[in-house]
């Protein structure tokens, strides 16, 4: 008998299945967790399948059965698929799915499982109220929310079914967040990449069980199949679109649970202050901006000293002085016109002298007075539970639009909301500045409006989901072309020495039957 073995180690892409002989005093079978030899050592790895014959020769033997809890078959089958999706070998896929293989001691942080008092606004009260009744139905769905809302909504669920649940998170801060915010009895478990292997064994072992608890994960919980029994809840928080890298997939938490409960027949909810426009129809918008004031940057920057220092931001700034907490002013420093932090802070020093500024970097924590500036890493700073700030200012939201790609739209919308729901929770005054308010006033209006606006824009210039998506890597002569759908597995792979004119004209080529010496008629 032979044995399909992939080991658990970061493989390279094109490395799928390694074949080994069955001993006739081992049962070896799919999913078992096995001791196999790797050229000079040995390493675990899990069996995919099994046939009587190889076409390998001088096949080595596994050398024994592991005593860990075998994969199912669909357990094994979702890894390879998830492995096809992102591009990468199954080894990879096994590996981040398998945490007590991993041999890399992570410290104990033990301030993610103290549970906190915490309460809600009557807004958020009623918002969640809404949300709940969609998450006690069990349909798939997709709700407009604040950050708080949405913890608020999992919890209250929680409070009403007591049954196990897996909420997805995307980062370490909103981990921390969430954890804290459910009651001791529910047991939480976290799951991250910084989790000790305990906790992360004790997590996988409840994903894959009917054990009543909570889990919160980040990303790296999608590599592992849920069980049926869960309710899965996402909170995305407008998290970027996923990316791929060579030896570290960043896996889209969306499109890798979408395609979990394709094999576990579990319901999703989707919680998001901006949600993809693939994503499916919206099943309920709640959205609401509160009392932001938009600044029109055309009409202050003739009186203003400096073009992101509007008076009526130092105005605003002066009516609620940050003394008791900060004033949070957002600046994207990514947009290539030239404007650095220092110049920001430099204008604060000569405007606003009574009040110490300063730029929040991942080094230092969010001061407790004063005037910060900040990039994105405020999002991975703040307590969303109790945010205490005293003011949210965006200098100028149309360095939002930057960014590449297609998704421009609503990532810039999904970072605007996200601030904006901030200041909303915290009761604190919230001010967008921009030189194209039309826009920014719609950003902040209908989720629905939103996504008709963007697929009519992507109909209308061939992005998805109206067609596929095509991407080009050169190295050297060579150009590698992939055709995908978007929510679907790869096609194919296809490499062509004609990389100029693939480049040049990609629309000449059918990629499905590929041929270079012949273009599309």
Known sequence: MIAFVCPLKRMPRTFQRFDYLVPENINAQVGDFVEV???????????????????????????????FP???????????????????????????????????????????????????????????????????????????????????????????HRRAMLV???????????????????RVLTWSGKSTLGDAYSAWYAIRTEEKRVVIATRVASYTLPSPALKVIVIDSGNDDYFEQEQNPYVDVRRAIVLAGSYSGFSISRLCVMPRVEDKPLTDDLWNSGDVKIVDLHSTMRTSQSIFISDNLISAIRDNPPVDSPWILYFNRLSGDGYKAEDIKQALDESLREFKSQILSAENDIPKEGIAISTKTFFHKIDILSPKISGIAILNADREFILRGFRTMERATGTIRRLVSIARSAGVPCIIQTFDTNTIKKMLSSTKEIYDNELS?????????????????????????????????????????????????????????????????
């Not at 398998?98 to 009260?125: C, D, G, H, L």
């Not at 995307?170 to 915010?181: E, I, R």
């Open 37 to 67: 030899p790797f050229r000079n050592k040995k390493l675990t790895g899990v069996v995919i399948g099994l046939s009587k014959e190889s076409i390998v020769p001088g096949l080595r033997p596994i050398l024994k059965i592991l005593d």
């Open 70 to 160: 075998s994969l199912t078959k669909e357990e094994v089958d979702y890894a390879l698929s998830l492995s096809k999706s992102l591009y990468q070998s199954p080894s990879t896929i096994f590996f981040l799915g398998t945490p007590f293989i991993r041999r890399k001691q992570v410290k104990k942080n033990n301030a993610m499982s103290v549970n906190r008092q915490w309460s809600i606004k009557k807004y958020e009260a009623e918002e969640s109220a809404k949300i709940l009744k969609l998450l006690m139905k069990d349909d798939n769905s997709i709700a407009v929310s604040g950050d708080r809302i949405s913890i608020a909504s999992a919890v209250l669920y929680w409070k009403k």
């Open 168 to 186: 997805f998170v995307p980062d370490l801060n909103m981990l921390k967040s969430v954890a804290v915010a459910f009651p001791e009895n529910a």
């Open 457 to 521: 824009a992507r109909k209308l210039l061939g992005y998805p989901p109206y067609k596929d998506i095509v991407i080009k890597s050169v190295s050297g002569a060579k150009v590698e072309v992939r055709k995908t759908k978007y929510f679907e597995p790869i096609e194919e792979w296809l490499t062509t020495t004609h990389c100029a004119d693939i480049i040049t004209n990609p629309d000449r080529y059918d990629f499905a039957h590929f041929d270079p010496s012949k273009p599309k008629s």
